[in-house]
């Protein structure tokens, strides 16, 4: 089959990989230039483990090709557009004006029996909203919703191998069954191997990746606000969530106390969603994901709060080794990273901050070129008078508390990510802060 790819980031750059790797014949479109280029060469322009084998791979064998020029799309069977949709500047909702300019500038590229897939996270209503956009440009395109549960870091697995397919379909049965048949052409060998597929409207498609990112956001939040309390009390979140985590109802995935969630998902979509609803005059239903995202920013202010306690009250002019600065580990993606905010803050309480990370230390420096960078962790810790985790990446987790305590001016440590077990920290000397720890 041949398909487009209709922004080619975080998202849009695996999916194109993804259904090249599936047998199609694939081409990836953005109007970034230099991502363009990167890409075509077989290069990812960001860090996703398996991304560059399969690139290399399918690049090689003309499989797969990039282009900036929307004319390219031309002749395709299914068109995703898988474009951002970020916050709104001085507001919480959706910016939709990436998804709208897309879609209009390849609509004139499509022809009757064509699929335009939105992939992209939006507010609920939009794909109606946007299916009279498709119908008015006369081509006779049809438009499906098809939103994408992909995890940073294991995207490329999550593309090949997702846990579930959701395919919203126009209301009118004709084009329900150009939309569906199209798109099982696309996951034909991923549906083969029994991967459930749920087929539905195009509201409910919007909804369940909302709802979903909505879950586990209050999920992540409920077990920090349990540290909040724990903190008052003297209570382990720690203990707490495994004791609770046994029950097969609640399970223990996603209860991790911590500094919190981040990157470009999660904070932007439960916004969006509380301002959505809010429109629809529903906002007392999801009134709870701003405490929600409450718990989550005071989190990050409590790992601040930690470092200067352990300073004594004076960060000023004091050594602050941050380990990590993506939002999450195997990734190299600092939107809304509570990593970065940290080290953002403390900065700007005039610590000496030396920030770090294996990926991530580019993506950061043009968001905040005023932090001191370090390429390596040798030379972030170098006489740090606190040591702060942030960003749990294997070569922070499994630090040797003995080693880290010879390269530093004092031993202290925030373990923002809960990872470290303390008694072995504080048996090496160190005085230890987790969330929610005693
Ligand atoms: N990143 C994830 O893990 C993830 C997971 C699931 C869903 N999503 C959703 O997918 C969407 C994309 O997210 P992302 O993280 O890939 O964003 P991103 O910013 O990494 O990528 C968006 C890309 O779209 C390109 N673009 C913008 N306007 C364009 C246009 N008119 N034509 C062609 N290309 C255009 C940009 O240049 C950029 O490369 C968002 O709605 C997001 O919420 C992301």
Redesign the pocket.
Known sequence: MRISV????????VHAAAMAELGHEVVG????ER?VASLTRGEAP?FEPGLPELLTTHVASRRLRFSTD?ADAAGSGIHFV?????QTKGGNA?DMT??D??IT?LLPHTSAGEVVVG????PVGSAARLAGLVEAAGTGAVLAWN??????GW?VKDSLTPDRLVFGLPPEPERAEVAESALRDAYGPVIGTGIPLVVTDFATAELV?VAANAFLATKISFINAMAEIAEATGADVTQLADAIGHDARIGRRFLGAGVGFG???LP??IRAFTARAEELGRGESVAFLKEVDAINLRRRQKVVDHVVDLLGGEPNGKNVAVLGLAFKPHSD?V?DSPALDVAVRLKGLGANVRATDPEAIANSRALHPQLDYRATLTDAVADADVVVMVTEWDEYRYLDPMELGALVAARNVVDARNSYDPARWRAAGWTYRGLGRR
């Open positions: 209709i922004g080619c980031g975080y998202l849009g750059a479109i953005d109007v970034d991502k960001f929307m898988a474009v951002g949709t970020p959706a990436y998804v300019a897309a500038a992939k992209s996270t939006v939103p994408e549960f992909l995890r940073e995207a990746k990157g470009g998902c932007k979509d993606d939107r």
